[in-house]
């Protein structure tokens, strides 16, 4: 039962452009959700988080929204780089993290 | 660099043998978990430990055993390794279980059975 989901593999964008990454839950239960970012042969790193109480939440480039009455959240990334490029994961939790499959994101020059 | 250190990077084993993988915080972060990333299936949770002296199994734990040796390391071992269990293993830690603030993760240790 895959509660976080991550229907697009990947995504092409050209630099510049507005990155949109989106994301699905079924558990009401979550109350707060993270956004990581992985390059190839590292881990996976921190980006941004919401709280189940807001809808928006900005640092930088970086928005996240939350739609709870929806079960979705999005990324959106503002203007994208290439350095963008990587596979980025949607987290939900509650008592423990369960992690989206990811998304591919190329942002070409 | 302070951060979650990974050891080996990389691990051949023939199947039936058997591996621990180490794992070292220095941020004095209370939780530590081991997930697994397999194409497809995103992060999955093998174990954790919420604090020293505890550990708890999450969505994955058969083939693994864990120990928290104390608030630094957490070890997963593989007593007798299987091919399905071919993947890139992530050691990670937290303030608290369940953190908002996120998780920090190791660099990961690519495993292969054969």
């Known amino acids: 039962d895959q509660q976080v989901k991550q229907n697009s593999p990947s995504l092409s964008v050209q630099e510049g452009r507005i990155s949109i990454l989106n994301c699905d839950y079924t558990?009401?239960?979550?109350?707060?959700f993270l956004w990581y970012k992985k390059y190839p042969a590292e881990g996976p790193t921190f980006l941004i988080s919401?709280?189940?109480?807001?809808d928006k939440n900005e640092d930088g480039r970086f928005t996240v929204f939350l739609n709870k009455s929806a079960k979705h959240l999005s990324l959106h990334i503002v203007p994208s780089q290439p350095g963008d490029s990587a596979v980025y994961f949607c987290?939900?939790?509650?008592?423990?993290?369960?992690f989206g499959t990811g998304t591919k994101l190329q942002v070409i020059p | 660099n302070a951060g979650v250190t990974q050891t080996p990077k990389f691990q051949v084993l023939k199947t039936g043998q058997s591996m621990t993988l180490q794992c070292a915080q220095d941020?004095?972060?209370?939780?530590m978990y081991w997930y697994r990333q397999d194409p497809g299936m995103g992060l999955r949770l093998i174990y954790y430990?919420?604090?020293?002296?505890?550990?708890d199994k999450g969505e994955v734990p058969n083939g693994y055993n864990v120990s928290r040796l104390n608030k630094r390391e957490f070890s997963l071992r593989l007593e007798s390794a299987a091919p399905s269990q071919t993947s890139v293993y992530f050691c990670?830690?937290?303030?608290?279980?369940?953190?908002?603030?996120?998780?920090?993760f190791g660099s990961g240790t690519r495993l292969t059975v054969v």
């Open positions: 430990s919420a604090s020293e002296g505890t550990t």
């Open positions: 558990n009401s239960m979550f109350d707060y």
């Open positions: 990670a830690s937290s303030t608290d279980r369940g953190s908002n603030y996120g998780y920090t």
């Open positions: 987290a939900a939790g509650y008592q423990k993290v369960t």
């Open positions: 941020m004095n972060h209370n939780s």
């Open positions: 919401i709280s189940s109480i807001k």
